[in-house]
T-cell receptor
């Protein structure tokens, strides 16, 4: 079991560029989510999915898109990167809903210049 | 919305010491979880504890839902306990709201 994997580990973008952060899990979890972590703050939910074809917004969805075509994959797209999106991004998954034990990927450190 | 506050924000201890971390939340919740983020950034779920007390080795947690707080106890601290400890509460079936964390440094 690889658990939750994220790629890339590090990324530098210029303002206005777009990119996709990849997330995959091999535990057949229904629930997947994306968080961003900024210095001195807790994690904030960007988007989540409760199953293939079903996604919804979290606390801070602006500037991000998601899709869930398979149970395993949950990519996060930055449409037009802004310096305010400089952060560490974590993908998580769990069986069922958010209240169950969350498994986290290693994170992607994104810098937008 | 629900507010989650953690204290203290920072804690520095010698190896072998005990510590208590606190999490206050502003509204009644059905679920509370504690997480540890190690110095390399990896997040691990420690406890799922909507109420009562749980223990796992040197760590234990207590949630008093009626008084809207939870405590995480670490006994006989080791350097590997260093990192940031977060609590998070469930706002709905699908959204966890996180505190800002307690940064713990254990000195050898």
């Amino acid at each position: 079991n690889a658990g939750v994997t994220q790629t890339p580990k590090f990324q530098v973008l210029k303002t206005g560029q777009s990119m996709t952060l990849q997330c995959a899990q091999d535990m057949n979890h229904e629930y997947m989510s994306w968080y961003r972590q900024d210095p001195g703050m807790g994690l904030r939910l960007i988007h989540y999915s409760v199953g293939a074809g079903i996604t919804d917004q979290g606390e801070v969805p602006n500037g991000y898109n998601v899709s869930r075509s398979t149970t395993e994959d949950f990519p996060l797209r930055l449409l037009s990167a802004a310096p305010s999106q400089t952060s560490v991004y974590f993908c998580a998954s769990s069986y069922g809903r958010a209240g169950y034990e969350q498994y986290f990927g290693p994170g992607t450190r994104l810098t937008v210049t | 919305g629900i507010q989650v506050e953690q204290s203290p924000p920072d804690l520095i201890l010698q190896e072998g010491a005990n510590s208590t971390l606190r999490c206050n939340f502003s509204d009644s919740v059905n679920n509370l979880q504690w997480f540890h983020q190690n110095p390399w950034g990896q997040l691990i779920n420690l406890f799922y504890i909507p109420s009562g007390t749980k223990q796992n080795g040197r760590l234990s947690a207590t949630t008093v839902a009626t008084e809207r707080y939870s405590l995480l106890y670490i006994s006989s601290s080791q350097t590997t306990d260093s990192g940031v400890y977060f609590c998070a509460v469930l706002r709905s079936n699908y959204q966890l709201i996180w505190g800002a964390g307690t940064k713990l440094i254990i000195k050898p």
